[in-house]
């Protein structure tokens, strides 16, 4: 008896945090292919199902027809190196393109801090770009927009602010801490990039993924404090010494962009799951809802 063919992927940013979670859901729902990344295979693979090549797509490869052919592109590397391998991506032969983005291209457009505007605005751009490659080599594309990622154990967020705990005890939140927060799990991301595959109502379409649970950035750290067992010691900073001291700073210095980050704190970065939910069936867990396994990275067996 003959194996049943397997479907075929390329993986965009294989040491990412949503990588090795997308190379597990695609392996196990009977697809193979291709990862990409700059560095070289880690050990263990990340999936038997995908053979990793060492590549910087700032280059240009030829892209040989064995990986793309019928294959879905899934890209989870910084949106604006994607578009300009698209042409070549379609003419071997790529049936969809599903790339992620990130709803910083709302929250960061009006930021007080001209490199988020940029970031924001090279997000933009790169949006319309994918969208124009794939409009004119008519493949079907979508944009997923995650907020806050974590569960990989490798994120600047989340993990960040625990080892901050871990290390010193404490965190420093600037009054009031009330900014929305929704830290969204690289493993339902990976889910909800996975069901793109299973719906017309993905194609050609944009979905902002926030997390299963809003929370204050005050409650966000809380919880991290909890988990760390230290007893909940925020030290509340005011916002005006905080102003005060970004605006005596030199722009682009580390503590201006500490300040710029501080004063975030206090900022509704929140995104309505409404649509996701209705089309992609997009169901994400609540925020450290097995929180030992999310911090730790490992993936659920
Ligand atoms: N982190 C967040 O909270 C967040 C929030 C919203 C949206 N997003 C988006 O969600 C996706 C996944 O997030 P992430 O934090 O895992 O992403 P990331 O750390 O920004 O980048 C993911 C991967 O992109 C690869 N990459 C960067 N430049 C590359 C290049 N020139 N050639 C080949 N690979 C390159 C990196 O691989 P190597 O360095 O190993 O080569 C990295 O592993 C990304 O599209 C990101 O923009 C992230």
Known sequence: MTAAPRHRALILGAAGQVAPFLAARLAASGYE????????????????????????????LPWPGAWVDGACLFSSVPLWLVPRHIGILASQ???????FSSTSVYTKAHSRSAKDRQVAERLRQAEADLVSACDASGLPYTILRPTLIYG??????VSAILRFIKRFGFFPIVRPGTGLRQPVHADDLADAAVACLATDKAHGRGFNLPGGETLTYRQMVE??????????????????????????????????????????????????VTLAARDLQYRPRRFLA????????????
């Open 152 to 157: 990989s154990g490798r994120d600047g967020n």
């Open 93 to 99: 032969g790529l049936r969809q393109v599903v790339a």
């Open 290 to 301: 097995d929180a030992s396994q999310d911090m730790s990275g490992r993936m659920a067996p």
């Open 223 to 272: 919880r991290l404090c909890t988990f760390a067992r230290c007893r909940s010691r925020i030290v509340d900073v005011p916002s005006g010494l905080v102003t005060l001291l970004s605006a005596m700073t030199p722009p682009g210095s580390r503590l201006r962009k500490l300040c710029t980050l501080m004063l975030r704190m206090n900022e509704d970065l929140a995104f309505d």
């Open 33 to 60: 292919g291709v990862t990409v990344s700059r560095r070289p295979p880690p050990e263990p693979p990340l999936s038997p199902a995908f053979v990793w090549h060492t590549f910087d797509l700032t280059g240009d």
